[in-house]
């Protein structure tokens, strides 16, 4: 099982360009999650998907849009990114009660020129 | 409104010697607490969470963490710290199924030979 994959592992972009970032999981799981890691901020969350259908802001989501594909799948697009948005991304899943253990990916580090 | 603060955004130990990394936590419901470590240029990894059971909770590779509801405290522990050790640990509180954890800045844990 490989648990939570993200795709791409690294990736380099110029202002204005736009990206998606790609998470899929196997662990049958509800609930996904997309962060930003940030130096000295710990994990700040972007937008979650509570179960299959439904997407909600997080703390930060301005200048982000995600899809729920299906209930494996979790995209985060920047339309028009930004150097702010330099920053390594996770996304997590967890079982769907809201609160309980999250299980994250490897991440992927964007850096925006 | 729930909130996290780690106590220390450092802390350095020699190998063998313990680990006290401190969390302290306000929530307006029952909390779930939990600790994850980050090893570099990795994703988090649950070490223990605490939901409601018992305040002592034990996680993996000897850590372990004692939930106080009279100091909103979950300081995390170790009686004997090992190279492998070394990372950055974060502190999470959740509550009322809200799909919105909040993560503290981190801490990071630096072992001398």
């Known amino acids: 099982n490989a648990g939570v994959t993200q795709t791409p592992k690294f990736q380099v972009l110029k202002t204005g360009q736009s990206m998606t970032l790609q998470c899929a999981q196997d662990m049958n799981h509800n609930s996904m999650y997309w962060y930003r890691q940030d130096p000295g901020m710990g994990l700040r969350l972007i937008y979650y998907s509570a179960s299959e259908g439904t997407t909600d802001k997080g703390e930060v989501p301005n200048g982000y849009n995600v899809s729920r594909l299906n209930k494996r799948e979790f995209s985060l697009r920047l339309e028009s990114a930004a150097p702010s948005q330099t920053s390594v991304y996770f996304c997590?899943?967890?079982?769907?009660?809201?609160?309980?253990?999250?299980?994250f990916g490897p991440g992927t580090r964007l850096t925006v020129l | 409104a729930q909130s996290v603060t780690q106590l220390d955004s450092h802390v350095s130990v020699s190998e063998g010697t313990p680990v006290l990394l401190r969390c302290n936590y306000s929530s307006s419901y029952s909390p779930s607490l939990f600790w994850y470590v980050q090893h570099p240029n990795k994703g988090l990894q649950l070490l223990l969470k605490y939901t409601s059971a018992a305040t002592l909770v034990k996680g993996i590779n000897g850590f372990e963490a004692e939930f106080k509801k009279s100091e909103t405290s979950f300081h995390l522990t170790k009686p004997s710290a090992h190279m492998s050790d070394a990372a950055e640990y974060f502190c999470?509180?959740?509550?009322?199924?809200?799909?919105?954890?909040?993560f503290g800045r981190g801490t990071s844990l630096i072992v001398h030979p």
């Open positions: 999470v509180v959740s509550s009322g199924g809200s799909y919105i954890p909040t």
């Open positions: 997590a899943v967890e079982p769907g009660t809201g609160d309980d253990e999250q299980f």
